[in-house]
């Protein structure tokens, strides 16, 4: 059973950059075939999909974010992460990271990290 | 982007109740739709995938339908566990997009 773990500052200066890390336990990043997704969520309000990778490194990203976003992977930490540059406080959120949104037996998600973007 | 309106936004329903959650797609996603069930504090969870499709260890009282741009949701008889809010989702292609949530309250 794979589990998903977020990481990373709970607080961000606006203009900088976020940076979170999913650690990925139960299997390798690197086998199988698969979609490592990051949402969030801003308090009260619905999830914004932000982007993904793939077991072979290819991603793809919301046009509404893809100028500043970042997704990569560490496959010798079994890690994936998100970087974010130039925050506001448009960009305070829960912040989860996802393998296989929608897929069956697969689909699996972390517990999701507060991230504020605050001076 | 496709874009996926729920309705209602919110309802008030009772244990036993049966209740019935919309979503349409601004065009056609075939069957690319999945629901979610989210409960306070916590990650969403997968209910039904592919429009109809059962996640395993769902109960049965959930069910999926529909196609093309209009789906349902349907618990046939609300327990109190799941008194929550629910998205769709669609993954017919990038940026993948949620609808805004149906949130389910006690009556």
């Known amino acids: 059973q794979v589990q998903l773990q977020e990481s990373g500052p709970g607080l961000v200066k606006p203009s900088q950059t976020l940076s979170l890390t999913c650690t990925v336990s139960?299997?390798?990043?690197?086998?199988?075939?698969?979609?490592w997704s990051w949402i969030r969520q801003p308090a009260g309000k619905g999830l914004e999909w932000i982007g993904r990778?793939?077991?072979?490194?290819?991603?793809n990203y919301n046009p509404s974010l893809k100028s500043r976003v970042t997704i990569s992977v560490d496959t010798s930490k079994n890690q994936f992460s998100l970087k974010l540059n130039s925050v506001t406080a448009a960009d305070t959120a829960v912040y989860y990271c996802a393998r296989d949104l929608g897929y069956p037996n697969t689909d699996s998600w972390g517990q999701g990290t507060l991230v504020t973007v605050s001076s | 982007d496709i874009q996926m309106t729920q309705s209602p936004s919110s309802l008030s329903a009772s244990v036993g109740d049966r209740v019935t959650i919309t979503c349409r797609a601004s065009?056609?996603?075939?069957?690319?739709l999945n629901w979610y069930q989210q409960k306070p504090g916590k990650a969403p969870k997968l209910l039904i995938y592919?429009?109809?499709s059962l996640q395993s260890g769902v109960p049965s009282r959930f069910s999926g339908s529909g196609s093309g741009t209009d789906f349902t949701l349907t618990i046939s008889s609300l327990l109190p566990e799941d008194f929550a809010t629910y998205y769709c989702?669609?993954?017919?292609?990038?940026?993948?997009?949620f609808g805004g949530g149906t949130k389910v309250e006690i009556k």
């Open positions: 592919a429009a109809s």
């Open positions: 989702q669609q993954s017919y292609n990038t940026p993948l997009t």
């Open positions: 139960g299997g390798s990043i690197s086998s199988g075939s698969y979609y």
């Open positions: 990778i793939y077991t072979s490194g290819s991603t």
């Open positions: 065009q056609s996603i075939t069957s690319y």
